[in-house]
């Protein structure tokens, strides 16, 4: 049995666009310039195989060593929880339709300031 963690979003980070990597967009987070005011013993995030490998960051295993049995089932396991918070995702897109297609245009730095403050609220509010 897994012991499923909250999923509250607890740390997000706004500013970069789309065109940015995921993993890239996490290293510009509070979590992970400063994990120690984040994360006590034994605690953890997740991230997908893009991310780098931390005490802190558990990732997937890659091939070959994803092969083994019991890398197999970690693997399965862990994709459970990025499962949910995909989830967690959709629902607060459920909740702000307006966050599935921010239908803004933007051509200037106020413009995205603005798009970026627009997410922000939805987030807070949520």
């Given at each position: 049995?897994?012991?499923?963690?909250?999923?509250?979003?607890?740390?997000?980070?706004?500013?970069?666009?789309?065109?940015?990597h995921?993993?890239?967009?996490?290293?510009?987070?509070?979590?992970?310039?400063?994990?120690a005011?984040?994360?006590?013993?034994?605690?953890?995030?997740?991230?997908?195989?893009?991310?780098?490998?931390?005490?802190?960051?558990?990732?997937?295993?890659?091939?070959?060593?994803?092969?083994?049995q019991?890398?197999?089932?970690?693997?399965?396991?862990?994709?459970?929880?990025?499962?949910?918070?995909?989830?967690?995702?959709?629902?607060?897109?459920?909740?702000?339709?307006?966050?599935?297609?921010?239908?803004?245009?933007?051509?200037?730095?106020?413009?995205?300031?603005?798009?970026?403050?627009?997410v922000?609220t939805?987030?807070?509010?949520?």
């Amino acid at each position: 049995v897994v012991n499923m963690p909250n999923l509250h979003i607890i740390d997000y980070v706004l500013g970069p666009t789309g065109s940015m990597h995921d993993s890239s967009a996490f290293e510009l987070s509070d979590m992970a310039k400063n994990p120690a005011a984040w994360f006590s013993d034994h605690e953890w995030v997740w991230g997908d195989s893009a991310y780098a490998l931390r005490p802190w960051c558990i990732v997937p295993y890659k091939k070959p060593h994803s092969l083994f049995q019991n890398n197999e089932i970690f693997n399965y396991h862990l994709s459970k929880i990025r499962i949910k918070s995909e989830h967690t995702i959709g629902m607060l897109k459920g909740c702000f339709s307006s966050l599935c297609g921010l239908h803004q245009q933007i051509s200037t730095v106020c413009d995205h300031l603005l798009a970026l403050k627009w997410v922000e609220t939805c987030l807070v509010l949520h």
